[in-house]
């Protein structure tokens, strides 16, 4: 069989890993430049569609067309994301159903956006190990309700993958200390990242990871910490400059990646400055940790609240806890670190990177559903409670959040109508006891019920939640022994029609996406030969001879010419030409650069000879 | 299958939470579909069915007072509802009590309660809290006992007795979870779904 890799498809960087045959250890897989994060980000550009750094370059000069964070937008509907839409660039129209993102004169929908990144990632591994890589382990947060996971699910089959097991992150990293020997007893994984935030508390005994309880909250990570910051900002801006950017969606890029990476600066130091030159003036500002910290005290306090309920799940005070592992880059705020060590009575620890150890984690699932590894086994649970809706609105409970999976339940239904054909099931997820506060799965039909009196057919239909935190249903008439038919309506997500053909198209973009990333490329090495040939023509013009001169000119116009035209070729044949034509000027300008550098270490040698 | 077939155990309420946690792992892992990727389809769904009745044999039985509910439905014969299939009811010697506390409730949902009623709140809810932990000790006690070493002849008498204890606590658990709604408490943190 294939190999299986893990993929840690994240709100901000996604990353692949596999575990190495020799050693037996997980290890990341770098890209060709040897960078190991992808950013999560995908712009969609006239030339094509561009991902991970590339794309991250296109935020503030196409912020309209650049999608990051989406995974806040997977197997969610338009109401849910409306308060946050103002803090994105891009526009997402009000719509039933699932998100939609309008980008470059086309729409398309979050499983869409993360097929784009997992697809490079798909990639990348495809170029480490030389073969077609086509499973592989995904992870989500372990808050992620039925529709978010199905969600990754799709964007992994219009990758062109197929996701084998999707895992609960804070579960993987577990599984990461877990087969480094760093973590026994019973453990609390506390993993905030760029948009998520979860609580997993674990017996790890004899090769088993028992999740006994998680919680958490799928929309607070430090996405919002930046969020907080950013808000700050624009008002001390409006103070100081008495400008308002709130509504110009270039500097609101520029501020947002300012703000992130001055919060990161200030988890190392105590201070920092951030200088943004906008189109009037230029924006300086000294940032101390205090006043971060103030900003997201709330933040950071309302991921103890869930700490509290999965201890209480559990059936654990925090006193038993036997090791709290952080997770997650926003663990790395000094005041996170503050309040889980108050919160837990013990310091947490992070041996392993908290960047890389989710995708570690899931490349060992990976490998144990390969069969490579057969002395550990994860037991996780569900982590919201399925119910249905019965009259009056009421959520009945069918299995409780915390269940370990693969856990079913059965119902018996009938009909209400003499001569009912068709019954109707509204399956919602959540903790509250009306269904319409509940979060909405999917409208499931059964069809094909002979006519009967009412309350005559007993169909049983059985609920069945997998090992990926997915919802099965059958169903089944018992007079008859026959299977009844069953019409799925997701409420927030891509029917299965939808996905296949998004499988089609994706195939015709991958084509384009690789011409749109040759032509990129092109372009950039051809900014970088005339911004060189330039400046050696500033610097060495008298070390030309008129005749050659001419020719450089000629050659740099006729590059020139061409680098907006959409012809890779040309662009790189005239820049091949280009660099010809000047080697007997670089030459000379590298002889002359020498001589005076051979002179000048002589005179530094002897300054500092005694 | 019954639960206790599943753990290869006898019906019995007296167990040893360990040897239970040995088997739980040991069936884990024999059943989990983890471990049968590579099987045919049909295999596959066999694993998950063989899974997913482990798991719901150990949530009910590692549980002591999920374990003598289960075993009533056994009993008695009755499909196995995850424990909820004895109807709350009121104890005889605690009506006039209740009445009281119908009344104050009633009186705090129309309008606010006050220090003194709020304390008073309290302390009854503070009682019932006790007295619905009292059931579970005579559950998990001398009722569960009885059942694992009496006689034979007095086991549906002692069947009756559990069917007493678990319907007053089920009882007191409602009005305590209505006590502290009306003390705006979130409910999470007296009833919360526990494990243990």
């Given at each position: 069989m294939s190999r299986i890799v893990g993929i840690d498809l994240g709100t901000t960087n996604s990353l692949v890993a596999y575990v190495d045959e020799q050693s037996g250890l997980p290890r990341v897989i770098p890209d060709r430049d040897g960078r190991v994060l992808l950013p999560s980000v995908v712009s969609f550009t006239p030339e094509g569609v561009l991902v991970g750094e590339p794309a991250k370059r296109q935020l503030v000069r196409r912020p309209g067309s650049t999608v990051y964070s989406v995974k806040r937008f997977m197997g969610r509907g338009f109401e849910d994301v409306r308060?946050?839409?103002?803090?994105?660039p891009f526009s997402v129209a009000?719509?039933?159903?699932?998100?939609?993102i309008a980008v470059g004169g086309r729409e398309v929908t979050p499983p869409e956006v993360s097929a784009v990144v997992l697809r490079a990632l798909k990639e990348r591994a495809e170029g480490h190990f030389g073969e077609a890589i086509e499973r592989a382990v995904v992870t989500v947060p372990a808050y992620f309700n039925d529709s978010q996971r199905q969600a990754t699910k799709d964007a992994g089959r219009i990758a062109g993958l197929d996701v084998v097991r999707i895992v609960n992150e804070p579960t993987a990293a577990s599984l990461a200390y877990g087969l480094h020997q760093l973590a026994r007893g019973v453990i609390a994984i506390y993993d905030l990242g760029g948009g998520t935030f979860d609580i997993s508390i674990l017996r790890v005994k004899d090769g088993v990871f028992e999740v006994l309880a998680t919680n958490g909250n799928t929309h607070l990570?430090?996405?919002?910490?930046?969020?907080?910051?950013?808000?700050?900002?624009?008002?001390?801006?409006?103070?100081?400059?008495?400008?308002?950017?709130?509504?110009?969606?270039?500097?609101?890029?520029?501020?947002?990646?300012?703000?992130?990476?001055?919060?990161?600066?200030?988890?190392?130091?105590?201070?920092?400055?951030?200088?943004?030159?906008?189109?009037d003036f230029t924006y300086h500002r000294e940032i101390l940790r205090g006043e971060l910290e103030e900003l997201i005290e709330p933040l950071v306090q309302a991921t103890l609240a869930?700490?509290?309920?999965?201890?209480?799940?559990?059936?654990?005070?925090?006193?038993?806890?036997?090791?709290?592992?952080?997770?997650?880059?926003?663990?790395?705020?000094?005041?996170?670190?503050r309040r889980v060590q108050e919160l837990f009575g013990k310091a947490p620890h992070s041996q392993l990177n908290p960047?890389?150890?989710?995708?570690?984690?899931?490349?060992v699932q990976a490998q144990i559903l390969a069969g490579g590894i057969t002395h550990m086994l994860l037991l996780d649970v569900t982590p919201l409670s399925l119910g249905l809706e019965t009259l009056g609105g009421v959520a009945s409970a069918l299995i409780p959040r915390n269940t370990t999976i693969p856990t079913g339940a059965r119902e018996l239904f009938t009909t209400s109508v003499d001569g009912q054909t068709v019954v109707d099931l509204h399956v919602v997820q959540g903790e509250r006891e009306l269904a319409r506060d509940c979060r909405s799965l999917a409208r499931f039909e059964l069809r094909g019920i002979d006519p009967m009196p009412a309350g005559m057919p007993k169909i049983e239909v059985t609920f069945l939640i997998d090992a990926n935190g997915i919802l099965q249903v059958h169903a089944k008439e018992l007079r008859t022994g026959k299977a009844a038919s069953i019409e799925v309506t997701p409420t927030y997500g891509l029917a299965d029609a939808d996905v296949a053909r998004m499988v089609e198209e994706s195939y015709a973009y991958a084509e384009a996406d690789v011409h749109a990333r040759l032509l990129i490329e092109a372009r950039n090495e051809a900014d970088t030969v005339m911004t060189h040939v330039e400046r050696a023509l500033r610097q060495g013009a008298d070390l030309v001879p008129a005749g050659e001169l001419a020719a450089i000119r000629a050659a740099l116009d006729a590059l020139r010419q061409e680098r907006d035209g959409g012809n890779t070729e040309l662009i790189v044949a005239r820049t091949v030409a280009l660099n010809q034509i000047t080697e007997p000027l670089a030459t000379r300008l590298m002889d002359a650069a020498l001589r005076a550098a051979l002179a000048s270490r002589r005179v530094a040698e002897i300054m500092e000879s005694p | 299958m019954n639960y206790f077939e599943v753990f290869a155990l006898p019906r019995r309420l007296g167990l040893d939470a360990d040897d239970l946690q040995r088997r739980f792992y040991e069936l884990s892992r024999r059943h989990h579909p983890d471990f049968h990727q590579a099987a045919p389809p049909e295999a596959q769904a066999r694993a998950l069915e063989a899974s997913a009745l482990v798991n719901a044999a150990y949530r009910t039985l590692r549980d002591p007072i999920a374990r003598v509910e289960y075993l009533l439905c056994l009993e008695e014969g009755r499909a196995a509802g995850d424990g909820a299939d004895v109807?709350?009811?009121?104890?005889?010697?605690?009506?006039?009590?209740?009445?009281?506390?119908?009344?104050?409730?009633?009186?705090?949902?129309?309008g606010g309660l006050d220090a003194a009623a709020r304390a008073t709140l309290a302390a009854q809810r503070a009682r019932l809290l006790e007295r619905s932990r009292d059931a579970e000790r005579r559950l998990t006690g001398p009722l569960a006992r009885a059942w694992d070493e009496g006689p034979e002849a007095d086991r549906p008498c002692v069947l009756a007795a559990c069917r007493e204890a678990l319907a007053t606590r089920a009882y007191l658990r409602t009005v305590i979870q209505d006590l502290s709604r009306a003390l705006g408490e979130d409910e999470e943190s007296s009833v919360s779904n526990r494990r243990h």
């Open positions: 308060e946050e839409l103002r803090y994105f009000p719509a039933e159903g699932i998100v939609r990570g430090g996405d919002d910490f930046d969020r907080a910051l950013v808000e700050w900002l624009l008002d001390d801006i409006r103070a100081r400059h008495g400008a308002d950017l709130s509504g110009d969606p270039e500097a609101m890029q520029e501020l947002r990646l300012a703000a992130e990476a001055a919060k990161i600066r200030l988890s190392a130091g105590e201070r920092t400055a951030l200088t943004l030159p906008f189109a869930p700490c509290r309920m999965a201890l209480a799940d559990a059936g654990l005070p925090a006193s038993t806890i036997d090791e709290v592992v952080l997770v997650g880059g926003s663990t790395r705020v000094p005041m996170v670190r960047d890389e150890v989710v995708a570690l984690g899931a490349a | 109807k709350p009811a009121a104890p005889p010697a605690l009506l006039a009590e209740m009445f009281e506390i119908q009344a104050a409730l009633e009186e705090a949902r129309s």
